[in-house]
């Protein structure tokens, strides 16, 4: 069967934001389901298309949920306490959000409805030198936001109809702007301040920008029956870079910019991997934004704005 209905909880956040407006632009009705945490008009330029239909909720209210759940082809639960720092903060409603609600939302849905969920890709942790995790590479999550992320892409595997990706550090501009994702802070502190400081500067990462991501969703839509049961994982090929090459290409765009390396400090952040994207390539998907580009782009949104009002206020 054809998706036509789509709801998305958390779509008015980073991801969500820019994946609603592609889906919505190609005539697909989407259904959002936010309670805008975060940034309150990440979605407004949607609110006039008849394909749209956005409430202000909270994903935990169960009437809510079990309602608009009824009657969607496809379902895409973004909504999450999102990174480790606020996961610690919060854990009881990390736990809620992150874990027991996308429970709630299986026990839920037919066998026939399906599912695509986005998981981190950081729970690959340190990987192996010179070799690349794949799919079939062990998760072992250190942080409370790793666990939760892989707990839920567990059960999540269990619904017959589903596809789960493993995300790169994803970058760019987004309606909903974050500036605590890597390539994204350097990029914003190479701005504000002309100097990047890098501690464990050898250690490894995958990126892919934001764009990419929603492409890669509407490419699983289309292809879903081939899709379906599997884990993809979400990256530029070309970007598996340290965290001192990310600095020189910021350089490359930023050309006084001056960059020490800090040896004294620890990263909290453990992951230390380079991650293999063949199996979604291998059917056909391809990324279209590269971090060159991504870091250009972000260069341009910061010297307009550095988004220094944008707090995590949960
Ligand atoms: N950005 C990344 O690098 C990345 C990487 C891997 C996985 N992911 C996953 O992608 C999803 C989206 O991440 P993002 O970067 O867009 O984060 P985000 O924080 O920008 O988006 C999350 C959205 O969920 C909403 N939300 C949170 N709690 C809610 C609740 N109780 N009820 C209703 N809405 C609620 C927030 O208002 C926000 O709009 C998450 O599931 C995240 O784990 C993101």
Same mark, same amino acid.
Not at 30 to 46: A, G, M, R, W
Not at 49 to 74: H, P, Q, S, T
């Given at each position: 069967?054809?998706?036509?209905?789509?709801?998305?909880?958390?779509?008015?956040?980073?991801?969500?934001?820019?994946?609603?407006?592609?889906?919505?632009?190609?005539?697909?009705?989407?259904?959002?389901?936010?309670?805008?945490?975060?940034?309150?008009?990440?979605?407004?330029?949607?609110?006039?298309?008849?394909?749209?239909?956005?409430?202000?909720?909270?994903?935990?209210?169960?009437?809510?949920?079990?309602?608009?759940?009824?009657?969607?082809?496809?379902?895409?639960?973004?909504?999450?306490?999102?990174?480790?720092?606020?996961?610690?903060?919060?854990?009881?409603?990390?736990?809620?959000?992150?874990?027991?609600?996308?429970?709630?939302?299986?026990?839920?849905?037919?066998?026939?409805?399906?599912?695509?969920?986005?998981?981190?890709?950081?729970?690959?942790?340190?990987?192996?030198?010179?070799?690349?995790?794949?799919?079939?590479?062990?998760?072992?999550?250190?942080?409370?936001?790793?666990?939760?992320?892989?707990?839920?892409?567990?059960?999540?595997?269990?619904?017959?109809?589903?596809?789960?990706?493993?995300?790169?550090?994803?970058?760019?501009?987004?309606?909903?702007?974050?500036?605590?994702?890597?390539?994204?802070?350097?990029?914003?502190?190479?701005?504000?301040?002309?100097?990047?400081?890098?501690?464990?500067?050898?250690?490894?990462?995958?990126?892919?920008?934001?764009?990419?991501? #929603? *492409? +890669?969703? /509407?490419?699983? &839509?289309?292809?879903?029956?081939?899709? !379906?049961?599997? $884990?993809? =994982? %979400?990256?530029? #090929? *070309? +970007?598996? /870079?340290?965290? &001192?090459?990310?600095?020189?290409?910021? !350089?490359?765009? $930023?050309? =006084? %910019?001056?960059?020490?390396?800090?040896?004294?400090?620890?990263?909290?952040?453990?992951?230390?991997?380079?991650?293999?994207?063949?199996?979604?390539?291998?059917?056909?998907?391809?990324?279209?934004?590269?971090?060159?580009?991504?870091?250009?782009?972000?260069?341009?949104?910061?010297?307009?704005?550095?988004?220094?009002?944008?707090?995590?206020?949960?």
């Amino acid at each position: 069967m054809k998706i036509k209905k789509i709801l998305i909880t958390g779509g008015a956040g980073y991801i969500g934001s820019v994946l609603v407006s592609d889906l919505v632009q190609k005539g697909y009705f989407v259904t959002v389901i936010d309670n805008l945490k975060f940034e309150k008009n990440s979605l407004s330029h949607l609110l006039g298309f008849k394909n749209f239909k956005f409430i202000k909720a909270d994903v935990r209210n169960k009437n809510i949920l079990i309602n608009e759940l009824k009657g969607k082809d496809l379902i895409i639960p973004l909504a999450a306490l999102v990174g480790a720092p606020l996961c610690k903060k919060f854990p009881k409603i990390a736990k809620e959000i992150n874990y027991n609600n996308i429970k709630f939302i299986l026990s839920k849905i037919s066998n026939n409805q399906k599912i695509i969920y986005p998981n981190t890709n950081s729970g690959y942790g340190i990987g192996k030198k010179n070799s690349y995790c794949d799919e079939k590479s062990t998760l072992n999550p250190i942080s409370l936001y790793g666990k939760t992320k892989v707990q839920a892409e567990k059960i999540i595997l269990n619904h017959k109809n589903s596809i789960v990706f493993r995300l790169a550090t994803v970058f760019g501009y987004s309606y909903r702007m974050r500036t605590d994702l890597l390539v994204n802070f350097l990029v914003r502190e190479a701005v504000l301040k002309n100097k990047l400081e890098i501690f464990e500067p050898n250690f490894r990462r995958n990126y892919i920008h934001v764009k990419d991501i #929603s *492409n +890669a969703f /509407l490419f699983s &839509i289309k292809n879903f029956q081939k899709m !379906k049961g599997n $884990i993809y =994982n %979400l990256g530029l #090929s *070309n +970007a598996n /870079l340290t965290k &001192i090459e990310l600095a020189k290409s910021i !350089k490359k765009i $930023i050309k =006084n %910019l001056k960059i020490n390396i800090k040896k004294n400090k620890s990263d909290p952040d453990k992951r230390d991997y380079f991650v293999s994207n063949k199996k979604i390539e291998r059917i056909g998907f391809r990324t279209k934004v590269s971090l060159n580009d991504g870091i250009e782009e972000l260069y341009k949104v910061f010297k307009i704005n550095n988004f220094n009002q944008n707090k995590n206020n949960y």
